[in-house]
């Protein structure tokens, strides 16, 4: 986990405010996703980058942006955050392996929105 | 929707018993990956078995797949207290997106 950070681990928020979630890795991976986790939901793909001028919609993309800085840092953003968008976020990253590839997974930010 | 579906949703054992879960699939896919996650922690890689492979092993880990019946079986055997995670299957279908299923919360009881 030390090697994908996100910041921060937790965030409280009111309805319509505009929040940021920032996630860096050290791995040197050029792809990284950001899901979002609810209970008895399991993960959900927001968006993902194979590189640093790729970005992909998810499963559930809507009310969420991305920008990926440099290859290290992906951030999301919930451009007005409401109720339902409270949930568990992970970033995670990966390397090109085949059918072999793997993810690596930053500890969560826990998002609560009032 | 969710690829992978998991059986059970939740399971209660005494340390030292096996544990087994199972996951379903809907479509073709390149790979099945499992991941455990203690709580409110990120995932971690446990397990990748490809689609051309009907069993694995790692360590107390014994993964099987059946792409006839789209189902896989995770197996941890001699539980220990430190097993008490949820454990999600992830599935590969190409273009390098996993699509997770809903996780089995497992207890390992002292």
């Known amino acids: 986990d030390a090697d994908v950070t996100q910041t921060p681990r937790n965030r409280i928020t009111k309805t319509g405010k505009r929040i940021m979630l920032e996630c860096s890795q050290t791995k040197g991976h050029d792809r990284m996703y950001w899901y979002r986790q609810d209970p008895g939901l399991g993960l959900r793909l927001i968006y993902y980058s194979f590189d640093v001028k790729d970005i992909n919609k998810g499963e559930i993309s809507d009310g969420y942006s991305v920008s990926r800085q440099a290859q290290a840092k992906f951030s999301l953003s919930l451009e007005s955050a409401i109720p339902n968008q409270t949930a568990l976020y992970f970033c995670?990253?990966?390397?090109?392996?085949?059918?072999?590839?793997?993810?690596?997974f930053g500890p969560g930010t826990r998002l609560l929105v009032l | 929707s969710q690829q992978g579906e998991e059986d059970p949703q939740a399971l209660s054992i005494q340390e030292g018993e096996n544990a087994t879960m199972n996951c379903s699939y809907k479509t073709s896919i390149n790979n099945l990956q499992w991941y455990r996650q203690n709580s409110g922690r990120g995932l971690v890689h446990l397990i990748l078995i490809r689609s051309n492979e009907r069993e694995k092993h790692s360590g107390r880990l014994r993964v099987t797949l059946d792409t006839s019946k789209k189902s896989s079986s995770l197996l941890i055997t001699a539980s220990r207290a430190a097993d008490t995670a949820s454990y999600f299957c992830a599935t590969n279908q190409g273009a390098q997106k996993l699509v997770f299923g809903q996780g089995t919360r497992l207890t390992i009881n002292p």
């Open positions: 995670a990253t990966s390397e090109p392996r085949g059918d072999q590839e793997t993810q690596y």
